[in-house]
């Protein structure tokens, strides 16, 4: 009972040492607003909470001395709670890679340097500054979850200038995944746990600088051990199972961080110089593209279409079948292709920044770089075709579903967006409908239709089907049988719930594959059934899927392929080495996404006439 009877001491200790006047008095429940000094407003409407705040405060003091034992293991529970929430949010990584019980064996540097000088503080200075430094841990302590989720699913860290926008779309995947009630769930808890953090971690930083000014002799005493402790292991380099046990994580994260909103403002201005100077923007229509004159262009992006669906050992089997299979059918209708590789700009999602890198020929990276180019004159690869004034230019977006003012800067004269394709069936978790559907509805609205002034026609098309979740997956029907698309309500119910895929890794992996296979499978039976012998067809993958798909350390690469009849748009690129078929070889060229647009403006006959910012 000895260490209990302290423990007890220390608590009447503890509110000694905040004893404040009894109308300032916040109460027994609310000791943590006496600590910071907290003073009612002054007034009549106050005398009774004043009142309520001094009967609940007399009420825990006679509990207290009811029951000494419990208030002491109180406590010492309450400190040790708050000593690890300090501790954890310290040497918390900003990785799921290697996240294990031995990050939190760590001695924080942090926690030393700030014990010593909170010690040396008076005694109102000292806690204000507790208070923030702990709410500042749980702000770095947020920044630091938002990383290890931006890492696995976009390959990269939060940026706190430009993901905050980032936020909307994450709340209408939810929606479109998991329904309403579940996406607002999300968004109120996920408010509510950041207020949590930061406030949970001021009181506790508060509570342990109070219990370290109580105990000065003792805690100066242990602050210079762990010092000397913290400083041996980091000049002897010492570890447990590979990780230091000296650690400085916080004070790197807040270094980082800086350094991150630093390096993305200079980017901005050096990124508008750039985007001003383009290799082809002075370059008359008459010199533009003359190698393609008068064919039936489209350019096709597949969701999510990365090198691991070609690759990985659970996706690649069926992915692999599937595009020798559609090589060999396409061979048996007329058509030849020839596919590459090209590294993309981002990362298991936002994949516009990878349509707008490969049709502006700019390393669009992030959303900063996106509006940067989105509201200048520089030059995509679809406006090049419409610049020649030999073709018309159409776009078919399933996936937009509201305003979509990039249409101007992809010189696009017409867009099918969500809602004007006639669709009536049910959606495919984010997905609004079937890939084939799509597919059948630009045959019949816009491929089918022979441009009014006798101009050939360019389109760009975004499938969706093999967007994350990868449940449920649709099915291919007959093209005949489409419809409105009514005929996909049963394929929906009967297929994988998103809730039961997203979680499993194994699972992911082997849907991914599927919603590769059905993508691949839709576009080229369209080609089969439809093209001619004008067509040439360039599809390709926006970016990689996430990190749980693709794995750890995966590259960007996404193929890309070009499929023609007519063999001279083939023999433009035979100094590429492309790899003949649907199927890119292992070591087949790899191009930076963004240098595709001058490539194939190049190789079909477009001139260079700079324009220079």
């Known amino acids: 009972m000895g260490a209990v009877a302290e423990a007890g001491d220390d608590t009447r200790e503890a509110e000694e040492a905040v004893e404040v006047p009894a109308e300032a008095s916040s109460g027994a429940a609310g000791t943590a607003l006496a600590e910071a000094g907290a003073a009612p407003a002054a007034g009549d409407g106050d005398r009774g909470s004043r009142r309520f705040r001094l009967d609940v405060r007399g009420r825990y003091r006679g509990w207290r001395q009811a029951h000494p034992a419990a208030a002491g293991v109180l406590s010492v529970s309450v400190n040790v709670l708050a000593a690890l929430l300090v501790v954890v949010a310290l040497v918390m990584p900003n990785t799921m890679v290697g996240f294990g019980p031995r990050q939190f064996l760590r001695i924080p540097g942090e926690a030393i340097i700030a014990a010593a000088v909170l010690i040396a503080l008076p005694r109102r200075p000292r806690r204000v500054a507790a208070v923030g430094s702990g709410f500042l841990i749980g702000v770095l302590a947020v920044l630091n979850v938002l990383d290890i989720e931006f890492k696995e699913y976009l390959g990269r860290p939060f940026n706190p200038v430009l993901d905050w926008t980032l936020f909307s779309d994450a709340e209408a995947y939810v929606r479109d995944t998991m329904g309403g009630t579940v996406a607002v769930a999300a968004s109120i808890g996920s408010v509510v746990l950041v207020v949590l953090v930061c406030v949970l971690l001021a009181l506790a930083a508060l509570r342990l600088t109070d219990l370290l000014a109580r ?120 058509y030849a292709a ?58 078919v977006m ?107 890794t194994t699972k992911s992996r082997t849907e991914y594959g599927k919603s590769i296979q059905y993508s691949v499978t839709a576009l080229t039976e369209w080609l089969e059934r439809y093209g001619t012998e004008d067509t040439v067809l360039v599809f390709l993958g926006d970016h990689q899927p996430r990190e749980r798909v693709s794995g750890n350390h995966a590259s960007r690469d996404v193929p890309v392929s070009i499929v023609a009849k007519d063999p001279k748009v083939l023999d433009r690129i035979a100094d590429w080495n492309w790899t003949d078929g649907l199927r890119p070889a292992h070591d087949a060229p790899v191009w930076k996404m963004s240098s595709f647009r001058d490539r194939f403006l190049a190789a079909y006959g477009s001139t260079k006439h700079p324009k220079k910012g």
């Open 398 to 504: 399933p996936g937009v579903q509201k305003g979509w003012p990039e249409q101007k800067w992809y010189g696009l004269d017409k867009v099918y967006n969500a809602f004007q394709l006639g669709y009536k069936g049910p959606k495919f978790s984010w997905s609004t409908m079937p890939d084939q559907y799509t597919l059948q509805q630009y045959q019949d609205r816009v491929h089918s239709k022979q441009p009014a002034d006798g101009k050939s026609r360019m389109s760009l098309l975004i499938l969706t089907s093999s967007h994350q979740p990868w449940a449920p997956i649709p099915k291919m029907v007959g093209w005949d049988e489409l419809g409105d698309g009514s005929i996909f309500k049963g394929i929906e119910a009967a297929g994988n719930k998103a809730e039961d895929v997203i979680a499993d």
């Open 215 to 334: 105990h000065h002799a003792r805690a100066s005493q242990g602050t210079l051990i762990a010092g000397v402790a913290w400083i041996t292991c980091t000049s002897l380099g010492l570890q447990i199972s590979g990780v230091p046990i000296a650690a400085q994580h916080t004070a790197a994260s807040a270094r980082m961080e800086i350094e991150r909103v630093s390096d993305t403002l200079k980017d901005e201005a050096d990124f508008k110089k750039v985007a001003k100077v383009d290799a082809y923007g002075n370059t008359p229509g008459s010199q533009l593209l003359t190698g393609l004159r008068g064919k039936d262009m489209i350019f096709t992006f597949i969701e999510s279409y990365g090198r691991s669906a070609i690759e990985d050992p659970i996706e690649a089997p069926g992915v692999d079948k599937t595009l020798d299979e559609r090589t060999a059918a396409l061979k048996k209708a007329g």
């Open 338 to 395: 020839k596919s590459g590789w090209l590294t993309s700009a981002t990362y298991g999602g936002s994949s516009w920044l990878g349509h707008s890198t490969t049709m502006s020929g700019l390393w669009i990276s992030n959303q900063q770089r996106y509006h940067t180019v989105m509201a200048s004159d520089h030059m995509s690869l679809t406006d090049a075709f419409k610049k020649t004034g030999d073709f018309d230019t159409v776009g």
